[in-house]
């Protein structure tokens, strides 16, 4: 749901002040590293016994680092755990408050684990700033079964035939995004606010700006990318942020690897907004017509 803006923009004025004034930490990168920045972004060291790590400037919004990237974070800590067994098959990130620049620690634990399955917990904290995050999780062995996708992928055409969204540069994790708008492109720079609602609707290819095969950690974060959709609705930018993040994986590792993609689908909508709070859903299509994932958000609004 964040987008332009920063998810921790309600958290006030004074505190984006001072954040902006922060000298940037920015990860080390070695001559002739290849590494994705998406993966050197989600990249934990474990130090005397215990997982740290450094928010990325790649993936920076205004007053704290995308969403999306900081979910990917702290399901990697659980993935890379050597306890886990199985593949995510679903996931819910809350946010709690901004993450400072500055190092974090991980602490991930095992809460139970059944003959087929396991529930995981992670927590993502700093030193002056208490829990900023954290991750529930449940992995599982999925077997061959009856199989059947009720839904069908939404009609659109080729993503090279669409041109990407220029860059504005406003917010650095949106360069490390392409987005081709099928339906809904953003139109709120006009600073006017729609007197009647428009549709919250939206549908997009999306894909890395550096090209990254499609897999658990990379559709989480991509669950993150969706333009909020009260902007789609009133035409303008107010204060967001997300407070709660639930993704559902549709796809084991070995299905992920046979679809060998670059690039989904991404379907965004809403129901609801009321009372500062809104929903937020969405679903992510391969190419190949497969539902890979979907996912909702409880969001905060000022409007």
């Known amino acids: 749901m964040t987008v332009l803006t920063s998810r921790v923009i309600e958290f006030g004025d004074d505190l984006a002040i001072s954040e902006r004034n922060r000298e940037p930490i920015m990860l080390e ?70 993450l400072a620049r500055a190092e974090f620690q991980v602490n991930v634990r095992l809460l139970r684990a059944n003959r087929s399955s396991q529930h ?6 700093q030193e002056d700033n208490g829990v900023v995050a954290f991750a529930t999780a449940v992995f599982a062995t999925r077997r061959e079964s009856w199989s059947h ?19 504005a540069g406003i917010a650095n994790w949106t360069q490390q995004y392409q987005f081709r708008f099928v339906e809904g492109t953003p139109d709120y720079n006009g600073g006017t606010r729609r007197e009647i609602p428009a549709s919250a ?42 407070v709660s993040l639930t993704t559902a994986f549709h796809a084991d590792a070995t299905d992920l690897a046979a679809e060998d993609t670059t690039t989904v689908l991404g379907v965004a ?17 391969a190419p190949s017509g497969r539902l890979l994932a979907t996912t909702t958000q409880v969001c905060y609004f000022k409007a």
Not at 60 to 67: D, I, N, S, T
């Open 149 to 167: 996708q009720q839904t069908a992928m939404p009609a659109a055409p080729l993503a090279g035939q669409i041109a990407p969204l220029p860059n």
């Open 29 to 98: 990168k070695t001559p002739g590293d290849s590494v994705h920045p998406f993966d050197r972004a989600t990249k934990t060291t474990t130090i005397d016994g215990r997982l740290h790590g450094t928010a990325s400037e790649d993936y920076w919004a205004f007053v704290g680092p995308f969403g999306g990237a900081t979910g990917a974070t702290l399901l990697r800590a659980m993935i890379e755990h050597p306890d886990r067994a199985g593949d995510p098959l679903t996931v819910t990130v809350n946010f709690c408050a901004p």
């Open 201 to 242: 609707f939206s549908k997009m290819w999306l894909s890395d700006a550096t090209p990254r095969p499609v897999d658990f950690l990379s559709l989480l974060s991509m669950s993150d990318t969706f333009f909020a959709r009260i902007f789609h609705v009133l035409g303008v930018i107010v204060p967001i942020g997300t």
């Open 120 to 125: 995981w917990m992670a927590e993502l904290a």
């Open 269 to 285: 909508d809403a129901n609801i907004f009321h009372k500062n709070y809104s929903d937020q859903i969405g679903q992510l299509w």
